[in-house]
């Protein structure tokens, strides 16, 4: 039920800034420093998160190198004011995807969760190919239970 418009908490709002920041500027430094230590990573290839702010920037780092074109369109914030939806478009070689990103914040606006979708099925199957070709070997670790 949506009665009021939803804000985002300020500081999750300053995150987010940060986080435009990163992709612009493929800064992992500021990556590191907006992740709460045990951030969960999960991907649309994967039912099981990838444990740890280090697994987040493994990946977020590199498929920053593998999305081509890569654009935001729309910010959506949750009811509780500590969770963001960004949807976004790419392009992995020559298949062009759509997708969203289900961020989670903390109360000191760290990410605790980065949840990604992706559409249509052969865009997913060229991203995922694409990063297990880089991180297929080193992911494992990282695999939550």
Known sequence: ???QETQLNPKVIETLERWHGVVENKDMETLQAI????????SPMAFKGYESAAAV?????????VFEDFTYHRVFAGAD?????LEFSAKVGDKSLKG???IQFDEDGLITDFEVMV????????LGAAM??????L???????
């Open 57 to 65: 920037v493994l990946v977020l780092s590199n498929v920053i190198e």
């Open 81 to 85: 004011g500590l969770s963001a939806v």
């Open 1 to 3: 039920m949506l009665s």
């Open 119 to 126: 559409r249509p099925f052969n865009g997913l199957q060229a």
């Open 132 to 137: 297990g070709a880089r991180l297929g070997h």
């Open 139 to 145: 992911l494992p670790a990282y695999k939550g239970n």
């Open 35 to 42: 992740l709460h230590p045990d951030a969960v990573f999960r």
């Open 100 to 102: 969203i990103d289900m």
